[in-house]
């Protein structure tokens, strides 16, 4: 398993991916952008990496792409920074693991991997949140040094808000 940048050479599995996973919310954001005509995707996630053509209330992201050979199996998106609200709302990592590999710890995998990303960007106190009854997305961060910071209330879901402090 290797962290990749976005590339046309898992444009198939790319595409059987977002198959996969169907009706279901899609983590992170960028997964939401339309991949039909998939240079214009690729080109868009290399603009955000780099700060340019963001909608407003947005911040540099990077997104980096779980891989086994050449098996997309999981996305992180990277917030280079935060604004009031991500970190308010939203923090640094936002990621998900392909349906068919879920329950393998993928997750803490990819949480450990994106999380040793930002630190090496000089983020030493990353910001991550999860729904409360997100019992996996918690135990994920818990695993690779989350301690809850504190709980809100957004359109009536809790959302826990955890800090990972210094390098795993």
């Given at each position: ?80 920074y935060l604004n009031s609200a991500i970190e308010e709302c ?39 949140h999860c729904y409360k009854d997100n019992y996996a997305s ?6 690779n040094g989350g301690e809850l910071h504190s709980e809100l ?16």
């Amino acid at each position: 398993m290797e962290l990749v940048f976005p590339s046309s050479k898992y444009i198939q599995s790319y595409n059987a991916y977002i198959e996969e996973l169907g009706d279901e919310v899609r983590y992170p954001f960028p997964m939401d952008f339309d991949h039909q005509d998939f240079d214009t995707l690729l080109a868009k996630l290399s603009d955000f990496s780099l700060g340019i053509n963001l909608p407003d209330g947005f911040v540099p992201s990077t997104t980096l792409w779980l891989v086994e050979g050449d098996k997309l199996v999981g996305v992180t998106n990277l917030r280079h920074y935060l604004n009031s609200a991500i970190e308010e709302c939203g923090g640094h990592i936002g990621l998900g693991i392909r349906p068919s590999y879920r329950g393998k710890g993928l997750g803490k995998l990819l949480m450990k991997l994106s999380v040793e990303k930002l630190n090496a960007m000089g983020i030493s106190c990353v910001h991550v949140h999860c729904y409360k009854d997100n019992y996996a997305s918690a135990s994920t961060i818990i695993t690779n040094g989350g301690e809850l910071h504190s709980e809100l209330t957004l359109d009536g879901k809790v959302v826990q808000r955890y800090f990972i402090n210094g390098v795993l």
